[in-house]
Nanobody, 127 residues
Framework: QVQLVESGGGSVQAGGSLTLSCAAS????????MAWFRQAPGKEREGVATINIGGGRTYYADSVRGRFTVSQDNAKNTVYLQMNSLKPEDTAMYYC????????????????????WGQGTQVTVSS
């Protein structure tokens, strides 16, 4: 099993920055790909970014590419999501997820492909 704990959410003004953290524990073979999803009220859960653990290859959704950066610290078993130039439309609950097989870098992740989830952390961006 895999346990994921997110932190770092909060409220910021448009143009500001936040860094989310996802601390992982449990079976390493079940978390070769780590992903960040977000879900705004009334909307479907959206894949934002992925990172393949070890190799470091990443994916970004068009809506965040150039503003968000996903990274890993293997010594701490932690994945980060650095969010810059935040916009009100980035407001959502952000979730960390993990799966055992590596993620392609050109395909948006789908929630159904991920078995392990964190509890989420709220990000609110005001205009």
């Amino acid at each position: 099993q895999v346990q994921l704990v997110e932190s770092g959410g909060g409220s910021v003004q448009a143009g500001g920055s936040l860094t989310l953290s996802c601390a992982a524990s449990g079976d390493t073979f079940r978390r070769n790909c780590m992903a960040w999803f977000r879900q705004a009220p009334g909307k479907e859960r959206e894949g934002v970014a992925t990172i393949n653990i070890g190799g470091g290859r990443t994916y970004y959704a068009d809506s965040v590419r150039g503003r968000f950066t996903v990274s890993q610290d293997n010594a701490k078993n932690t994945v980060y999501l650095q969010m810059n130039s935040l916009k009100p439309e980035d407001t959502a609950m952000y979730y960390c997820a993990a799966r055992g097989w590596f993620c392609p870098t050109a395909i948006q992740p789908h929630p159904s492909d991920f078995a392990s989830w964190g509890q989420g952390t709220q990000v609110t961006v005001s205009s």
